[in-house]
């Protein structure tokens, strides 16, 4: 009998102080992901981007890099063929009626899948490379030095990922560089944004979009571009 009660009173007093702890804990929705889940969304607005600039280039200083113009590529984003390519068809010929050397960079099951209005053609550098800024680990910078390259013109998919680090990668390395911002976008309205944002307020940025910052970025169009 007496072990009986020992037994009754030792599971009362457990209920008793498990009770007592569930009490004091927080309910199950009062936690900081939830507090913070209930408050209003911010609405952030990113600064206008400035117009694009017209800027005169030396071709024989001057390569357009071209990135992954590639069928399976712009076969799969509308905005590649649809927006860039009409842009980028006429511009390279100008281009390369001009003497401005051309250069190419994609990943290795990619270089064989150029889209055929603007593949390589011979003589062209051609760079495989295996991260975004076409400059990492690959013999880039070493070609373009070799032929006094002091300008480069930037094209392809997409703003936000090869041709933004790209632009990074040239700056670090000496070079000016140009964008015309109809021969490259992304995805959505918003990745092209910051895309465009990110090349502007890099390291050596240049903001104001001022016409041929030495070793910067400069946002163009390609019927701003010209040849002289």
């Given at each position: ?22 009490q ?6 009062d936690t ?7 408050k ?14 017209p800027?005169?280039?030396?071709p ?92 480069i013109i930037?094209v392809?998919?997409k ?8 632009s990074v ?29 990110q090349?502007?307020n ?6 104001k ?16 571009i010209?040849?002289?």
């Open positions: 009998m007496t072990l009986f009660r020992n037994v009754l009173l030792t599971s009362g007093l457990a209920l008793a102080l498990s009770s007592g702890a569930a004091a804990q927080p309910s199950a929705q900081p992901a939830s507090r913070a889940a209930s209003p969304m911010v609405t952030l607005q990113m600064p206008a981007l400035p117009a694009p600039v800027v005169t280039l030396n024989k200083t001057t390569a357009l890099l071209v990135f992954d113009y590639v069928e399976p590529i712009c076969n799969s984003q509308p905005k590649c063929k649809g927006e860039m390519l009409p842009a980028m068809t006429p511009f390279m010929a100008r281009a390369r009626k001009a003497g401005v050397v051309v250069a190419y960079g994609t990943r290795e099951p990619n270089m064989s899948k150029w889209v055929a209005d603007v593949a390589p053609a011979p003589g062209d550098i051609k760079i495989v490379n295996t991260a975004q800024d076409r400059f990492y680990n690959t013999d880039l910078d070493k070609a373009l030095k070799a032929k006094g390259i002091a300008t930037m392809g998919w703003v936000s990922g090869s041709v933004a680090y790209t990668g040239a700056t670090v390395h000496g070079y000016t560089v140009v964008i015309p911002v109809d021969t490259t976008t992304a995805t959505t309205d918003y990745e092209t944004s910051i895309g465009f944002y090349i502007l890099q390291g050596n940025g240049n903001l979009n001022e016409p041929l910052k030495p070793k910067s970025p400069t946002l163009s169009r390609t019927d701003m010209t040849f002289q």
